[in-house]
């Protein structure tokens, strides 16, 4: 029979807005967090880190905040492109040294 | 550097035959992971390597897939015999050492089984 595909969540934004993505983790034992980025038909790209003694990281227009409490993580992309729309995935260490990718969510950023 | 390479990009092949897919990782990385990528299931890992000696395949689907990594240098992935089942994108992907340290991921190889 016909399978059903996973769709990922979706956040479309106009360009020059401001973007927010976000990411429920598990494993309160978890210490390390990655935001990943993948654009069509390309492996995932390193884009920003945390580790659990930091709550908040700024990079080159984005920064990741990290909520231990409700065990949230969230990328913010500032003044977001048409080159920023591709798959996020966040990846977090939980404790086994390998990184579990989340499902991932969707940026389309319209022009 | 010219980052991970894999090979092939894409491979055609049917059911019943056997598949072989190539990483080089990053000259220094001691870590090779690979992954299969679908839409069902997401991004999974199917077995990592440090200084080349495999550490976890509790992610390899079953005993058709099958993993080495004669040196620091080269892996290989192989199914054999390959089912439609196991269409997916699999990606390799290095890192400098084991731990929670970023992965620089291939182009990955998107493998259709007929």
């Known amino acids: 029979g016909e399978s059903v595909g996973l769709h990922l969540p979706t956040l479309s934004v106009q360009e020059g807005d401001n973007s927010i993505i976000n990411c429920a983790y598990s494993?309160?034992?978890?210490?390390?967090f990655i935001w990943y980025k993948q654009e069509s038909g390309k492996g995932p790209q390193f884009i920003i880190d945390?580790?659990?003694?930091?709550d908040k990281r700024q990079g080159q227009r984005v920064t990741v905040l990290l909520n231990k409490t409700v065990k949230h993580l969230s990328l913010q992309i500032a003044a977001t492109q048409p080159g920023d729309s591709a798959v996020y995935f966040c990846a977090e260490n939980r404790g086994s040294y390998i990184p579990t990718f989340g499902r991932g969510t969707s940026l389309i950023v319209h022009p | 550097d010219a980052g991970v390479i894999q090979s092939p990009r894409h491979e055609v092949t049917e059911m019943g035959q056997e598949v072989t897919l190539r990483c080089k990782p990053i000259s220094g990385h001691n870590s090779l992971f690979w992954y299969r990528q679908t839409m069902m299931r997401g991004l999974e890992l199917l077995i990592y390597?440090?200084?080349?000696?495999?550490?976890?395949d509790s992610g390899m689907p079953e005993d058709r897939f099958s993993a080495k990594m004669p040196n620091a240098s080269f892996s290989t992935l192989k199914i054999q015999p390959s089912e439609p089942r196991d269409s997916a994108v699999y990606f390799c992907?290095?890192?400098?050492?084991?731990?929670?340290?970023?992965?620089?991921f291939g182009p990955g190889t998107r493998l259709t089984v007929t």
């Open positions: 992907a290095s890192s400098l050492s084991q731990g929670a340290e970023e992965q620089y």
């Open positions: 390597f440090n200084n080349n000696v495999p550490i976890d």
């Open positions: 945390i580790r659990s003694n930091m």
């Open positions: 494993n309160s034992a978890s210490d390390y």
